[in-house]
T-cell receptor
Framework: DAGVIQSPRHEVTEMGQEVTLRCKPI?????LFWYRQTMMRGLELLIY????????DSGMPEDRFSAKMPNASFSTLKIQPSEPRDSAVYFC???????????FGSGTRLTVV | GESVGLHLPTLSVQEGDNSIINCAYS??????FIWYKQESGKGPQFIID?????DKRQGQRVTVLLNKTVKHLSLQIAATQPGDSAVYFC?????????????FGTGTLLAVQP
C-alpha cells in the first residue's frame, strides 16, 4: 500500500497566484481530511469528506480556500489568490468509514512570498 | 473554548529513561483519544488509541493513561530511544463517534539525548 499520496511536496509561489494541492487517499478509505499545520496554530482541520461529499468545511479560513473531491481517489485543495499568511504545511489524511484514526500523507509545504 | 492542550512544549530525556508526555482536554463529551508521533518532514503517525471506557492501554513500549475525572491523558514511553525523538500530539474525537473528526493538541517535542 502506497499510503496517502500528496503532491507537490514543496510549493513556492508569489502572492496573488493560484495554488492547487493534490491528494490521493488510500484505496478503500472513504473519509478524507485536509489539515493545515503552522507553528502558531498547530494542526487545524480545514475540511473533510465522506464518500466524496464535503461534510464539514467550518475550518476553511475564507472564500479564497476551496476543496473538491471529484471521485474516491482524488481530492484538491485550492487557494486563490494566495497570501503570505497561507504559508504552512498542508496535510491530507484518509480513513476507513467511521474509523477514527487517520493515515496522513507526507504533506505539502507551501511558501507564499 | 473547547480545546486540547499540552502542559509541556518540550521534553528532554536521556536515552534509556522513561518519558511521560501529558495532555489536558476540556471537552467532557470526548470519548476517543489518539496519540500521534510526527517526525521531522513527515506526517503524523498513529501510535496508540484509547476509548473513554478504559483508563489504560498498552502497546509496544508505550502506554496511554486516561483520567476522565481530571480530563487528563498521558503517553508513557519505556526505555526511550533516539528514534523516539519527535513531536507528539494528542487528538480527541469530540462528538462521541458521530463523525470521525479529530481535534489535535498543540504538540510536545520529545528530545532524546544519547
Amino acid at each position: 500500500d502506497a499510503g496517502v499520496i500528496q503532491s507537490p511536496r514543496h510549493e513556492v509561489t508569489e502572492m496573488g497566484q493560484e495554488v492547487t494541492l493534490r491528494c490521493k487517499p488510500i484505496s478503500g478509505h472513504n473519509s478524507l481530511f485536509w489539515y493545515r499545520q503552522t507553528m502558531m496554530r498547530g494542526l487545524e482541520l480545514l475540511i473533510y469528506f465522506n464518500n466524496n461529499v464535503p461534510i464539514d468545511d467550518s475550518g476553511m479560513p475564507e472564500d479564497r480556500f476551496s476543496a473538491k473531491m471529484p471521485n474516491a481517489s482524488f481530492s484538491t485543495l485550492k487557494i486563490q489568490p494566495s497570501e503570505p499568511r497561507d504559508s504552512a504545511v498542508y496535510f491530507c489524511a484518509s480513513s476507513l468509514p467511521l474509523v477514527v484514526g487517520y493515515t496522513f500523507g507526507s504533506g505539502t509545504r507551501l511558501t507564499v512570498v | 473554548g473547547e480545546s486540547v492542550g499540552l502542559h509541556l512544549p518540550t521534553l528532554s530525556v536521556q536515552e534509556g529513561d522513561n518519558s511521560i508526555i501529558n495532555c489536558a482536554y476540556s471537552n467532557s463529551a470526548s470519548d476517543y483519544f489518539i496519540w500521534y508521533k510526527q517526525e521531522s518532514g513527515k506526517g503524523p503517525q498513529f501510535i496508540i488509541d484509547i476509548r473513554s471506557n478504559m483508563d489504560k492501554r498498552q502497546g509496544q513500549r508505550v502506554t496511554v493513561l486516561l483520567n476522565k475525572t481530571v480530563k487528563h491523558l498521558s503517553l508513557q514511553i519505556a526505555a526511550t530511544q533516539p528514534g523516539d525523538s519527535a513531536v507528539y500530539f494528542c487528538a480527541e474525537n469530540q462528538d462521541g463517534g458521530a463523525t470521525n473528526k479529530l481535534i489535535f493538541g498543540t504538540g510536545t517535542l520529545l528530545a532524546v539525548q544519547p
